[in-house]
């Protein structure tokens, strides 16, 4: 057998490189439909790393199964089964977002979203939709081995020279996608490029099995056994069961910490869609490297062993728990970043995962040997890690502990790898790697200042809730209270919540009878709304805000005892969608800022279209429009809704800040304040001067009208500046705002 040509290996790289561009663009996009599907909430993401990991894992151990039963069958080039995958990856494209719509339909009658049976079947509906795709994707693997093995029959590194190309694909994908492809194509069009590129991979494979050579081919496949390792060991002890465990174990403690950085950064990432894709992008470029060195020392014979790069993955995991601390990045309370905190806190990943992406490809380089079974088996191993990690991190770890003791709990199966290998380390080293562990462990359970820690230091009263979905953090006292949800500061005891119910049932043409408010918050709009003595029904997506009520208004327990209240916890557009019922008044709080990620789901045209179905004649929607995000966002909002309603009035706030946007379908009656003031009940009345500057009910609805604008000043010429479900204008504005792209 002849090696490869150069031509050749460069060829496989650049198709390796493409294909990992594309499993980040869909993994990428994928995440984004399944929030939009079945809610926003650490659930959704865990179970699509999952299944995403899973498919890998089931499609690299059954394609070297498949190619292991080829032995001595035929001549057809591996690289023909592999341009097949491809295909079917293409066409996966097409077929999640149809089985995401599908999905969602069937689970509308599974109950709330903080049910188990919601939980349960959601997770099952995103795995079947997503799991034949990454299945092919994980079988590209042990096939193109498969297919180096026809053309070098030596070669025992085919493993790590296709990782290298796909990691490095895979950042790129990560990166472009959130930056550049979704911004200028949207979602759809985004995937169609993935599938086209996918196609371009089987073309080039169908063209290079077209050149098979027949006897290299057979020649292959009657020995696919493992060779010989020339270029020196991980361990001492070539197949030590040790091995596995440490592909096992690895995975699990990667992915469970992306999972809990994802939540513990956001107080200094915020929550914009770059915020994620920063992550995986520091992630996946720190893996890379690890991976190019692996390479380098692979060509020189100079691998390092198992036992230090244990130390280094020990000692290094412990790093991000002592960055994330208030003495050394900024955790500040509002939405905007800080550059050098950001810049800090990815960096902290970076040595973590350099050293994991030098120690998987060679595990599983020394357990195959480039036989394409064998790899199949050892990455499979790894990534069963990889399942299980993000699900016990958002169903075990999150719900029971602060982010810190959660990566300290995760950093514990890498000291007892450590412990195991103790052995093959110098007694110098040894002493030194234990006195350098045990000082971060010391210092990461005792002496770091996590947010929880932050808070409770410089606000009063500080109360923490945990849950599934999100951390809670309600502090301070009196009127000066707050909540934050992961972090950001999401809402606190203003005015401005209670106008948002008071308006546009002031406004109502008859005598409002029912109200529906989506996103709970303090409970202030909700508690409003009761004040009219209506029906009044709230849907929140975190059960631990329900939970926090109390701890804002003195008057919750009765607010909960309410017969004409009632609670749902859902994603809002979902409880739309399974709900038949119908509403005098419907008031939209999105989460701020208004560039948060998901939020463009409560902004786009497709909601305010599912809106108008529950509203009853003369029904009003008042949609809150934060402050904050770029000037053509909120043209797009209003271009949304006013294609939505024929009949629409904005409203200043009273306190300065955002606006309040009234919207029906059929015109809203032009009322002075006196005749306002006249339709509010008595305990409306009490509840609307509850914290206002004066006692005159006139006076104080005269103040909110004066501040009315017309929205036709504030829609932009161009229409195609608005918010849909496949282009979430808000959400992607970097090439905008950079002044890349102009409209």
Not at 34 to 48: K, M
Not at 49 to 73: D, E, P, R, T
Not at 216 to 223: D, G, K, N, P
Request: aromatic share 12%; charged share 15%; glycine share 8%.
């Amino acid at each position: 057998m002849t090696r490869m040509s150069s031509r050749l290996r460069q060829l496989l790289f650049v198709l390796f490189f493409i294909s990992g561009f594309c499993g980040l663009l869909y993994q990428v996009v994928w995440t984004r439909m399944a929030f939009a599907s079945f809610g926003i909430i650490t659930p959704v993401l865990s179970v699509v790393l999952s299944v995403f990991m899973l498919g890998l894992g089931v499609g690299a151990w059954a394609g070297g199964k498949f190619m292991a039963s080829q032995a001595g069958k035929g001549a057809v080039s591996a690289v023909v089964f592999y341009a097949g995958a491809e295909l079917l990856i293409g066409v996966g494209a097409f077929a999640v977002p149809a089985l995401f719509d599908l999905g969602e339909r069937f689970l509308l009658s599974a109950g709330q979203t903080d049910s188990i049976a919601y939980l349960s079947l959601s997770a099952l509906v995103l795995a079947l939709s997503i799991f034949p795709w990454c299945l092919c994707m994980g079988a590209t693997f042990p096939l193109m081995m498969a297919y180096v093995r026809e053309q070098d029959h030596q070669r025992a590194d085919s493993f790590s020279y296709l990782y290298l190309a796909n990691v490095l694909g895979a950042m790129c994908g990560a990166l472009l996608t959130a930056v550049v492809l979704v911004e200028l194509l949207g979602f759809r069009h985004t995937l169609w490029v993935a599938a086209a590129s996918n196609w371009i991979i089987a073309a080039c494979g169908g063209w290079l099995g077209r050149k098979r050579n027949r006897a290299a081919v057979v020649a292959s496949r009657t020995e696919l056994r493992p060779v010989e390792i020339r270029d020196g060991s991980l361990f001492p002890k070539p197949g030590s069961g040790l091995l596995k465990w440490m592909l096992f174990g690895t995975g699990f403690v990667a992915l469970a910490m992306e999972v809990v950085w994802t939540r513990a950064f956001t107080p200094v990432l915020k929550t914009q869609v770059y915020s994620f894709a920063l992550v995986v992008f520091a992630y996946l470029g720190a893996t890379f490297t690890g991976s190019l060195l692996y390479r380098c020392h692979l060509r020189r014979k100079a691998l390092w062993r198992a036992a230090p790069l244990t130390v280094i993955l020990s000692f290094t995991a412990f790093l991000p728990i002592l960055v994330n601390d208030a003495r050394v990045v900024e955790l500040n309370w509002d939405w905007h970043w800080n550059p050098a905190s950001v810049a800090i806190l990815l960096a902290s990943i970076c040595p973590f995962c350099a050293a994991l992406g030098y120690l998987t490809p060679g595990l599983v380089d020394e357990y195959s040997a480039g036989c394409p079974k064998a790899a199949g088996r050892a990455y499979a191993i790894n990534v069963l890690g990889c399942i299980l990690g993000p699900l016990a991190a958002s169903y075990v770890l999150l719900p029971l502990l602060a982010e810190r003791h959660a990566l300290i709990v995760l950093c514990l199966p890498l000291l007892v790898f450590l412990g195991l290998l103790r052995q093959a380390l110098s007694r110098k080293l040894r002493r030194v790697a234990g006195a350098g562990i045990a000082g971060v462990l010391l210092w990461s359970v005792f002496c770091s200042v996590s947010y929880d820690d932050h808070v409770r230091a410089s606000r009063e009263n500080a109360v923490v809730r945990r849950d599934y979905a999100g951390s809670v953090i309600s502090c301070g006292v009196g009127p000066d209270k707050r909540l934050f949800l992961n972090g950001i500061g999401t809402t606190s005891l203003t005015s401005i919540t209670k106008w948002m119910a008071h308006l546009p049932l002031a406004f109502h043409k008859g005598q409002p009878a029912s109200a529906l408010v989506i996103c709970f918050g303090m409970g202030t709009s909700y508690r409003s709304a009761l004040s009219w003595d209506i029906e009044a029904t709230t849907v929140e997506l975190v059960p631990s805000v329900i939970e926090a009520f109390g701890f804002y208004h003195a008057d919750a327990e009765a607010i909960l005892r309410n017969p004409k209240g009632h609670i749902i916890i859902d994603d809002g557009r979902r409880y739309l969608a399974r709900s038949s019922e119908k509403f005098d008044v419907i008031v939209v709080d999105p989460p701020p800022p208004p560039e948060a990620v998901g939020s463009s789901l409560l902004y786009s045209g497709e909601f305010y279209e599912m809106v108008k179905h529950h509203l009853n004649p003369g029904g009003i929607l008042q949609a809150w429009l934060p402050p904050g995000g770029d000037v053509l966002s909120i043209k797009a909002v209003l271009r949304s809704i006013s294609e939505a309603f024929p009949y629409v009035r904005c409203f200043g706030s009273v306190e300065g800040w955002g606006v309040h946007i009234l919207c029906s379908m059929e015109p809203i009656e032009r009322r002075t304040a006196g005749e306002l003031a006249a339709r509010l009940p008595a305990r409306a009345t009490t509840d609307l001067l509850e914290w206002a500057p004066t006692n005159d009910l006139a006076a104080y609805l005269g103040q909110a009208l004066s501040f009315e604008m017309a929205i036709e000043n504030d829609l932009h010429p161009n229409p195609k500046i608005r918010i849909t479900d496949d282009r979430p204008y808000n959400e992607y504005f970097l090439l905008r705002r950079w002044n890349w792209i102009s409209y």
